[in-house]
């Protein structure tokens, strides 16, 4: 991921255990592989939420949004793609786009919202790694 490429992606096989009864990943699986996306490109940008923890911070989902485009099935191949998006003071905005490579269909698409918080659960500043990979891939970034 740079400045001039967004976003990060990576690919994987739906599991049985996602779909529902007419084999369709359920809903609510497409927020776990929002949360798979958000650590690869953390891990990708050299940061991960354990380091972000160890240093006493927390960033917490504070909303989610869902688009269900197309359905998936039990082991079709998934790509999703994120982008880190703003930072301004405790908080920041990831997005998500979910695609089948093997049509190219837009399966789902969505965003997270999170806030910074403390070691005791209080909102605090983005932590200054997390400020740092924000700054090295020029985004906008408003420091409240």
């Known amino acids: 991921m740079t400045a001039t490429n967004p976003h990060h ?3 994987f096989h739906v599991r049985f255990y996602e779909c ?3 084999g369709v990943v359920h809903h609510s699986n497409y927020f776990r592989y929002f949360e798979m996306g958000r650590t ?3 891990r990708s940008l050299g940061l991960s939420y354990r380091e972000v923890e160890r240093a006493g911070h927390g960033v917490v989902v504070t909303s989610g949004e869902l688009r269900c485009k197309a359905p998936a099935r039990f082991d079709d191949e998934l790509e999703i793609q994120t982008t880190l998006g703003a930072m301004s003071g405790a908080r920041c905005r990831f997005s998500y786009r979910v695609l089948r490579p093997a049509d190219g269909a837009l399966i789902a698409e969505g965003a997270t919202d999170h806030g910074s918080v403390d ?3 209080r909102a605090a500043r ?4 997390m400020v740092e990979v924000a700054r090295r891939l020029r985004l906008p970034l408003r420091r409240a």
């Open 9 to 11: 992606s990576f690919r």
């Open 20 to 22: 529902d009864g007419m």
């Open 40 to 42: 690869e490109l953390m």
């Open 119 to 121: 070691s005791h659960g």
């Open 126 to 129: 983005m932590p200054d790694t």
